[in-house]
Every structure is written in C-alpha cells, then in structure tokens.
C-alpha cells in the first residue's frame, strides 16, 4: 500500500496524467505566434476585432475556402442503440458492481472508442502512437495504427491524445486523429484503414485537415468525437502555462481553449457548418473563428455525448481548486461560453465578464480535497446494467474517484461518489451496446461489470 501511495504521489507530482492534468506550474516561454495551417488552397480569413484585449501575441489563422451549407444531412445515426429502457430514478448501489479486468500489458493507454461497425472491436490509443485492437476480450498483437515516428509524447499532456471513427468507417474506411508532432504541435488528421483489411490502418493515408501551433506543452486538447449531427467536433485546451496568460479561452479569434465543429462530409479538406455561432449566416458572423462552436474551456480533456438524447457532456480539468462538468443539451445552440478564466468551476477567477457576456455554469464540479483532474465519460445506455440506464459516469485521475450524475425530469441533478478504484483514470469509452468501460493510465482497461 506505501509503494502504491508512493507512486501515485509521484505521478500526481510530476502530473502524468495523459494530457488529463491541469499544470499550476508556469511552463517555458511562448512561441512567437500561434498559427494554425491547413494543406495547400486555403485562405486567409481577415481577424475581426475581439471582445476583449487580445493576447500579447500574433493570432493568425488560415482555413479552407468558406463553403456553408445551409443544412447537414447526417451520414448515418452514430451511435444507435436498440434499447429503449427508460432512465432510472436513483442511483443504483455501487456495492453490487466493481470494474471487471478486460485486458492489461498496454503502454499509457489514454484512450478507448468503437467504430460502431459491429464488429465488436474497442480501440485503444497509447500515448506515444499506437492504436491498438482489442477484439473478443483479447488485446492483438498487431497494432491497427503505428505513428511512433510522428507524435511527440516528451510533454506529460502531449501524444496521441484523440480518435474518432467516421459515422460510414465500414463503408470509407476513415477516421480521425488528434495527435502532437516531434516539434509540439497539434495535428488533426485523417487516415484510412486498408481495403482489404479493416484491421489494419495504411499510416501513409494522413491527411491534415488542422495544423495547430502550442505555445505550451500542456493543455494540448484530447477528444475528437462524432456528434448527432454528423459533425466532427475537437476538444482544445487554451494553451496550456497556468491561468491562460495569452487570454486564449475568452479570444474568439484562436483555436485555443475551444471545442470546435466541423463538416468533413462536405468539401476538401472540410467546411464549416452554418448552425456554427461565427459562421457565415451564424447568430454573430463577425466574432471570431467559423470553425468554434464552444468557447471559454481551459482543459476539455474528454467530452461526449449521451447517444439517446444527443446532449453533451464536458469535463473541463480546473486551474488549481475546481474541476467541473458542464452540459448541453441537444436542443440549444451553440456559442456558449463556459466560463474560464472568468471562472473556475461556479467560482470567480481572474477579472470579470464584460456587460452583455453571458458565462454558463457547470452542473457539477468538485474540489481539490477529491481530486486534481477530471476524466468525463460517458451516460450508460447498455441493457447488461438497465439499472444504470440514463447515469453519466466520469472520474478523476489523481484521485481514481468514479461519481455518478444524473438529470432528474425537472431538470435537477443528483451525483454520488460511487467507486474508489485507485486507477489512474486517463479517458473512458463504451462499445457498440453501450457498456461503459475505463483505461487505467498505468495499462489496462476495465469494464463497469455487476459483481458475481
């Protein structure tokens, strides 16, 4: 038990928390500007003016040549699900369940997604470039992806940090990266899975829809996630250093400290969709980047949406006192503000908001005494568990706390501490029938299972 302490205390120490830890340390200088670049063809958008001062810093972005849509048809139903159990009323009693061993022996796992292909396969990402399959309870030997050679895994919150499968992956073959180059930097990209063999990844294949410029080693982002809509949405980080000295979060005109939106059904290497709040016909076609559909974020490490309802969840990793989870859902629209560095949590930050800005608070946050960094999940929509039905599970990773939330009909919520499973939890998935399972950073994976 002291060596487990030990360790733990070490790695929370050293914040090794597979890009999930929010560094309070100042980290080394800034880069001279931040860019964003995109294949040959692409445009420069002219900067409109912020609503607040703009960092010290350049802010340049380069993006394809607008082509809106007015609407989206999307490629398939991700996600579907045949249960239709109703939402519980209660939490179940954690007591009766425990998180079952699935596979271990894996490499800073830091991610876990399904193609939603049928077939039955959970992918898992480890830090330094490899995904790899595994597929009837057992880990493959054979990675499905190898970029060892392109990401940059130095930084504790750098690596390969995200991957989503394309809503048709078993027609196209694509999905979708979010890794850090040797030089720090985020890259999305596209890559394909072999023809002739699904199992198999051809690394040859990338193509970059986004080249993000870090001004930090910290914060670089996580999710990339297909939405209801058939969008493509990345979670960003502001930047990373400590209390967003670039003021990226509340600045419109960068990446940074957003979750953005993307078409990559339509045009090359996407478009913009028209429902985006600074989109071309959007509700403020002059305020900042066409690509944001989310601002005012430190840390989205993970975020997802529930399959059912289509609302979503985001677990933003707090500054130093206050690790949050804040919702949407599928009716509202987009352009929130989340609130960082005005806040932490519920709590004042740094400054105020100025009049007309509107700041949407968390339905659940939690401090320090339980935790330093939040993991967001996923809501249990499986029929192995039904009375889990409708329970939005996330944890954190220092901690290895799981806490239970759930959306009462008047549109309350409940949440209760409900595991203590000293895991480091650095990301959670679910696979094609909607059981929930954890990675555990030091190798192994879990699945939430009812105790025999």
């Known amino acids: 038990m002291k060596g487990y302490l030990l360790i ?200 970059r829809l986004m080249f993000i410029e870090q001004p930090y080693p910290n914060h670089n982002g996580g999710s990339v996630v297909f939405g209801p809509d058939g969008y493509l949405y990345l979670g960003l980080g502001d930047g990373g250093s400590a209390g967003d000295p670039q003021g990226n979060a509340q600045d419109t005109r960068t990446p940074l400290g957003k979750i953005l939106r993307l078409d990559v059904d339509n045009g090359d290497p996407y478009t913009i969709p028209v429902e985006n709040p600074f989109a071309e016909g959007g509700t403020n076609p002059q305020g900042g980047l066409a690509e944001v559909w989310a601002y005012g974020l430190r840390n989205p490490w993970r975020f997802s949406f529930d399959r059912l309802t289509g609302a979503v969840y985001i677990a933003d990793v707090g500054q130093g006192s206050w690790e949050e989870v804040n919702y949407l859902p599928l009716e509202a629209q987009s352009g929130v503000n989340y609130g960082w560095d005005y806040r932490e949590g519920r709590h004042p930050y740094e400054g105020r908001p100025p009049d007309g800005v509107t700041l949407v608070d968390p339905v659940e946050e939690y401090d320090h005494s339980q935790g330093c960094s939040v993991t967001g999940g996923y809501v249990y929509r499986g029929e192995a568990l039904p009375e889990w039905q409708g329970v939005y599970l996330f944890g954190d990773f220092c901690s290895g706390i799981v806490w239970g939330l759930l959306r009462n009909p008047d549109g309350s919520w409940q949440s209760a501490r409900l595991f203590e499973t000293g895991f480091n939890i650095s990301s959670f998935g679910e696979n094609v029938a909607g059981e929930i399972y954890l990675a555990d950073l030091n190798g192994a994976i879990y699945r939430l299972a009812r105790r025999p």
């Open 8 to 207: 733990l205390l070490l790695l929370v120490t050293q914040l090794v928390a597979g890009c999930s830890l929010a560094s309070s340390q100042e980290a080394t200088a800034p880069a001279a500007s931040l860019t964003v670049d995109l294949p040959a063809g692409t445009i420069t958008q002219p900067v409109p003016a912020p609503s607040q001062a703009p960092p010290a810093t350049e802010q340049l972005f380069s993006s394809p040549t607008p082509f809106f849509l007015p609407t989206h048809t999307p490629t398939s139903e991700p996600g579907a699900i045949s249960t239709a159990l109703p939402d519980v009323q209660t939490m179940p009693d954690p007591g009766e369940y425990n998180w079952e061993l699935v596979v271990d022996g894996l490499d800073r796992p830091v991610g876990l997604v399904q193609a939603d292909d049928n077939s039955g396969r959970l992918f898992v990402l480890e830090q330094a470039g490899l995904i790899r399959i595994i597929e009837n309870g057992a880990l493959r030997s054979e990675p499905f992806l190898d970029i060892r050679s392109r990401v940059g895994s130095q930084g504790n919150e750098q690596g390969l940090l995200g991957m989503a499968f394309h809503p048709r992956f078993a027609e196209n073959g694509y999905f979708f990266t979010n890794y850090t180059d040797r030089d720090g930097n985020s890259n999305i990209a596209r890559f394909s899975a072999l023809p002739e063999d699904p199992g198999i990844a051809d690394p040859q294949s990338e193509m």
